[in-house]
């Protein structure tokens, strides 16, 4: 299978001749996409976050991101190089096996939110780590040819990897899955695509040629593996945790149009995993899902380059059994860290539901799928993750991150502390929040997709138009779209009618009411556009019932896209419990509450027992069907430090069919 599968792949790759167009839209970009498009997303440099719930969250990873100290981010690569450390290590993962990915991770952070808020503190951080982790990769290579270009602060990396590159791999070894891994290190290549992808962050987002100058001699290093490996102990290696190894090289390729990277990103494909899903053939159960999906990130990129429409179909299809088949009422999936067999999901309400790096990813994949589609369905998806899991990721009070989000009645989120736990989603996390103004708008030559009803500014500079909307949607139902350009501009607006806006959203262009259409639809509005153009909305956000797939006795409550929360108070969380420290698993082992409180609806309808509180938005009391008593609800996202439940259980009576 291994083999035939891999062959299968170098097939697909021999077989393409598609022309690819230069483009320079961003730094260093030199190809376009080979394949065709319905709509490509906007530079981060064009939007910008307004006053709102999301900037909020932006703010604290601002300051968070501006505080680091650069000396202990450097400290492993330094260590690893023989080069004098100027700090100790950070903490946590950090020290334990995954040195150096924090660092790949604060690359791109620091880019991205340097792209839309041009922050000096950024600048100067990136520009203090570039010519030292250049030194780094100097002194790496000096002597010993086998790490010229290698930069990255693994302990022990050299010994294992010059083990894989003399050929150290046994295809036959019955624990072959992890036998890189076994080498005496935990997952070295997922560690060194977070460096290679800050390193591309940096370049693309910031311009910074010294960054591109790193990323391509680690490009060279990895390119040893495919030239002195066979197939099968190439694709034994990547087996194991590899993060987007494939991504990152295909945007390689986009910023050189070199062949070589072409083919060396291909050679990344791990083909046992990847060419069941290009013949829909769904083979999930059971598989560690943050391994999977970055994978398939990378065969979406490599459809866009090159135009493989079996990479295409594998992406789709994937993103289609997990968003359909596999995702929670939030937006996350798996449990601990894997996917479960589909309809299983309420066996899988545990304190290790959803990891936050699942649900980045799938955002990520969503940026690809909407643009090859620009279906509703994808930015339906993208909204329910974000408000309901990324923006409920970080604590207000202490800017820490989650790594589940805990689905077990009565159990609560846990948040990493600044130094001591740099965990892969704590990682993601400096990313998730700097990059909120993704996914908002989206555009081809005369249309814009405004997709997200968030607090932001965008500039279309094609069109010389700029926007503002003003909301703080999600805690408010009123959106306001200001126009603005020297001369009018003829363009289509395209506005999102959420599913969930029933009835019908209200909509008026300069005071006068226009015909929302259907929700689940684009509102099209296609005009030449003035200065002083205005456009206001009123969304609709009813509480509504959502029964779990497969197991509908199983529901949660919602406000418009909004999962609420019944929060259950903060009994034995004090102090705050954490994911890190000594035993990191502390926060599995407090117990649970002695009661629990239950919902008996009789299956009437959520508007008759649930009710908005008078004085307080975004809070809803349970009246008349609490067990033992009634409790408050509130949007998940909100909840931080006390214990909650989302998901609750409905007897169905003989007789009576479970409600809509």
């Known amino acids: 299978m291994l083999l035939s599968a891999a062959a299968g792949l170098a097939a697909w790759a021999c ?80 020290s334990q096996g995954l040195a150096s990915h924090y660092c790949g991770h604060y690359l791109s952070a620091a880019a991205m939110m340097h792209a839309h808020t041009r922050d000096p503190r950024l600048a100067q951080r990136v520009d203090s780590l570039l010519p030292r982790l250049a030194a780094c990769q100097e002194a790496n290579g000096r002597g010993d ?113 070199e062949e070589t990277h072409r083919a060396l990103a291909e050679q990344f494909n791990q083909a046992a995993q990847l060419a069941p ?72 309400l545990s304190v290790g539901s959803a990891e936050t790096c699942c649900t980045y990813n799938m955002l990520k994949l969503t940026n690809h799928y909407f643009c090859w589609n620009a279906s509703m369905e994808a930015a339906d998806f993208y909204e329910r993750a974000l408000i309901n899991h990324i923006l409920g990721s970080q604590d207000p009070a202490s800017g820490g991150m989650t790594y589940y989000l805990s689905m077990r009645p009565g159990h609560f989120k846990t948040f990493s502390t600044k130094w001591d736990s740099c965990w892969c989603c704590d990682g993601t996390g400096m990313e998730n929040h700097a990059k909120y103004a993704r996914g908002i708008y989206y555009h081809d030559d005369g249309t814009l997709w405004v997709n997200l009803y968030v607090a932001s500014a965008l500039r279309w500079r094609e069109k010389g138009l700029t926007i503002r909307q003003h909301t703080r949607f999600p805690e408010s139902n009123r959106v306001r779209l200001e126009i603005a350009c020297a001369r009018p501009v003829r363009a289509t607006l395209k506005l999102r009618h959420p599913y969930w806006s029933k009835p019908a959203m209200a909509v008026r262009l300069n005071g006068t009411p226009v015909h929302p259409g259907k929700p689940g639809t684009y509102l099209d509005l296609t005009r030449r556009w003035r200065d002083g153009d205005v456009l206001e909305i009123d969304l609709r956000t009813p509480l509504r019932i959502e029964r779990m797939a497969h197991h509908p006795t199983k529901f949660s409550i919602l406000a418009g896209p909004t999962v609420l929360a019944a929060v259950l108070g903060d009994a034995g969380l004090s102090p705050p419990i954490p994911y890190a420290g000594a035993d990191q698993y502390q926060w599995e082992k407090v117990p649970d509450p002695s009661s629990i409180p239950t919902l008996d609806t009789q299956g009437r309808p959520v508007e008759k027992w649930v009710k908005p509180d008078p004085a307080e938005p975004l809070v809803w009391h349970i009246q008349g069907v609490g067990q033992p008593v009634e409790v408050k609800l509130v949007p998940l996202y909100r909840v931080a430090r006390e214990r909650y439940r989302v998901y609750f259980d409905e007897e169905i009576a003989e007789g009576r069919s479970s409600p809509g």
């Not at 290549?189 to 987002?205: E, F, N, P, Q, S």
């Not at 990129?301 to 179909?313: I, K, N, V, W």
């Open 15 to 94: 077989r393409r001749a598609v022309a690819i167009v230069p483009q320079g839209k961003r730094f260093g970009m030199r190809l376009d996409s080979a394949s065709p498009l319905a709509c490509r997303e906007f530079d981060l440099a064009d939007v910008t976050l307004l006053p709102g719930p999301f900037r909020d969250n932006m703010t604290r990873d601002l300051e968070y991101l501006a505080s680091f100290d650069c000396d202990r981010l450097l400290a492993p690569f330094e260590q690893v190089a023989g080069l004098a450390a100027r700090a100790p290590s950070l903490g946590g993962w950090e």
């Open 145 to 257: 040819p086998d790490f010229r270009g290698y930069c990255a602060g693994i302990p022990r990396s050299k010994p294992a990897f010059k083990q894989a590159l003399a050929g150290h791999i046994d295809v036959h070894d019955p624990r072959a899955l992890y036998s890189f891994s076994l080498n005496g290190l935990w997952s070295p290549w997922y560690t060194v695509h977070k460096i290679m992808a800050g390193l591309r962050d940096v370049w693309l987002y910031m311009g910074r040629a010294q960054a591109r100058d790193i990323l391509l001699g680690m490009t060279d290093w990895a390119a040893q593996f495919p030239r002195r490996l066979s197939v099968a102990q190439m694709q034994t290696m990547l087996i194991s945790e590899q993060g987007g190894m494939n991504e990152v090289l295909a945007d390689v390729y986009a910023m050189t149009g």
């Open 277 to 348: 899903l290009m013949r829909h053939q769904d083979i999930l159960n059971g598989v560690h899902s943050n391994q999977y999906i970055p994978r398939v990130i990378g065969i979406a990129r490599q459809y866009e380059l090159t135009g493989s429409s079996d990479y295409r179909a594998g992406a789709e299809f994937f993103w289609q059994n997990v968003v359909r088949q596999r995702t929670f009422a939030f937006g996350g999936n798996g449990d601990r860290e894997n996917f479960f067999p589909i309809g299983d999901a309420w066996q899988h």
